[in-house]
């Protein structure tokens, strides 16, 4: 038990999308091998996805959850091992067959008036059982933690799932409305370097997440976080997926705010492997037996992740640098990935029978398996958090094409910051010899030697705050974070 005796059970509830229930998924398996009893909750839609995508390959007997619903349980194996994982689902207010891709501001408004009532409703039972939940860690982009929290006398933690530099960019909205580089009642947003956030070097508003760069600030997503970024300065603790040493002036800014603990890379608990615990929304295709027949480091990975969506015309313009590069290659076309309406073809005419043997083109694939296998040279990415950390951890240089949100900071970290990658292209449009020169790039000469040069020592940086003996910062934060979370429960039992 870690020298928890008295444990608090901990409700951990992840923000409806893919990237946020992997991080989610994998710091409950690591505070489960510590001892803690946690009941993790998915909304019904990714759960069902979730399932759907596993049938094929997993046969664990299901759990009651709701009114004479039988599901299955994501954590059935997990538990297998020990752990004191429970799972509990709850409505979005939509149906099963609702399309939330297709329809994403009227997913976004659920999310943000609808999904609370049965939040509240969940909770109140768990506080009623022989062994009450005390402590709730939720994403911090729900609007109603502190409301929830407050209402059931809980330690309330916020889990970033995203880089500190992005949390406190929206943490200072404020002062970026007040400066001019946001929300300007005219539509003229200053371009000028912002050098006025604590803890933040000169930034350029371009490097911002596209939320702070819109026009148009009325939109349900701006809602959201507005309410979102109030909220977090009521939580107690703020944990956040990052290291210590990769933002070392950002996170110590945020600490003189309110408790922020960096406990990254948040990786499975058993290391850097496929995770017992299904997260996958689709199913996934095995590309091992093809990286296999490859030679070593000579395979470009192509994924824009699970939520971000291109125009049709950026595919074609890559798939036709992809041919004029030469490289091998695997690609992950989401079915959604222009717009799950999209019914005509996406990649330029012929492309498929010209790649023959040197290219993978898959709809979804096990991201982990792919980047961590020796063939892999090179990651083409949106620049999702969750994908720039396993790359590091793999050794994999990026070649990098925000789409949306996070992705235009995260880019700014890992090619001007860290210097692990590259752009795709300095500006948009993006054009087929632009994509295949920079692909040339990122696989062999001397700007790939130097990327990876760095991404060792990056990897590095996370190894150390992971490493047990002798305690890497982020190893010491999650064992302080797990101590003050403790006394703040007990000092909240003791109130009651």
């Not at 951990?12 to 690591?30: D, E, N, R, S």
């Not at 939509?94 to 939040?119: C, K, N, W, Y």
């Not at 019914?343 to 498929?352: A, I, N």
Request: hydrophobic share 40%; net charge negative.
């Amino acid at each position: 038990m870690d020298n928890h005796s008295q444990s608090p059970h901990i409700l951990m509830i992840a923000y409806p999308l893919q990237g946020h229930v992997i991080p989610f998924v994998h710091l409950a398996t690591k505070l489960a091998s510590k001892g803690f009893t946690i009941t993790f909750v998915n909304t019904e839609s990714i759960h069902h996805q979730i399932t759907k995508s596993q049938l094929s390959s997993s046969s664990s007997s299901g759990v009651l959850l709701g009114p004479n619903n039988k599901v299955h349980d994501i954590f059935a194996e997990a538990r297998k091992s020990g752990l004191d994982i429970r799972y509990a689902t709850v409505s979005d207010g939509f149906p099963l067959t609702f399309d939330r891709s297709l329809h994403h501001d009227q997913f976004m408004e659920g999310i943000l008036h609808v999904l609370s009532a049965h939040v509240d409703v969940l909770v109140g039972k768990l506080v009623s059982t022989n062994q009450p939940v005390t402590c709730l860690i939720s994403d911090t982009f729900y609007v109603w933690s502190s409301m929830i929290a407050n209402k059931y006398n809980l330690v309330n933690v916020s889990f970033w799932t995203e880089p500190a530099l992005v949390f406190t960019l929206y943490y200072h909205m404020d002062l970026l409305r007040t400066n001019g580089h946001f929300a300007s009642p005219h539509d003229d947003n200053r371009e000028d370097a912002i050098d006025y956030i604590p803890g933040v070097a000169r930034i350029d508003p371009k490097d911002m997440a596209s939320y702070l760069q819109a026009a148009d600030t009325t939109t349900v997503v701006h809602r959201i976080i507005y309410k979102a970024f109030e909220d977090v300065k009521r939580a107690d603790f703020v944990i956040c997926n990052t290291v210590q040493e990769l933002e070392p002036k950002t996170i110590s800014a945020l600490q003189q705010k309110q408790p922020v603990y960096a406990v990254g890379p948040v990786l499975p608990a058993a290391g850097f492997t496929k995770s017992l615990v299904g997260t996958s929304l689709w199913p996934e295709s095995d590309c091992t037996r093809w990286l296999n027949s490859k030679p070593h480091a000579s395979v470009l990975y192509i994924s824009f992740g699970s939520y971000a969506h291109c125009t049709k015309d950026e595919i074609v313009e890559i798939g036709h640098g992809v041919l004029l590069s030469g490289v091998s290659f695997i690609w992950v076309l989401r079915p959604d990935i222009v717009s799950s309406d999209q019914t005509d073809p996406l990649l330029p005419l012929g492309f498929e029978d010209e790649v023959k043997d040197r290219g993978m083109i898959v709809p979804w694939c096990s991201q982990i398996a792919v980047i961590s296998h020796p063939a892999l040279a090179g990651f083409l990415t949106h620049c999702g958090w969750n994908s720039i950390l396993e790359s590091v951890w793999c050794g994999i240089p990026l070649l990098c094409f925000p789409l949306l949100t996070d992705q235009f900071t995260n880019r700014k970290l890992v090619v001007d910051d860290w210097r692990i990658g590259l752009n795709l292209c300095d500006k948009k449009p993006i054009t087929r010899h632009e994509v295949a020169r920079n692909i040339t790039r990122l696989i062999s000469g001397e700007s790939a030697d130097e990327l990876r040069k760095n991404v060792k020592a990056v990897k590095g940086l996370l190894e150390n705050a992971l490493s047990v003996a002798p305690g890497g910062s982020s190893h010491n934060n999650l064992n302080q974070f797990i101590d003050d979370m403790i006394m703040k429960a007990n000092i909240k039992k003791k109130k009651k």
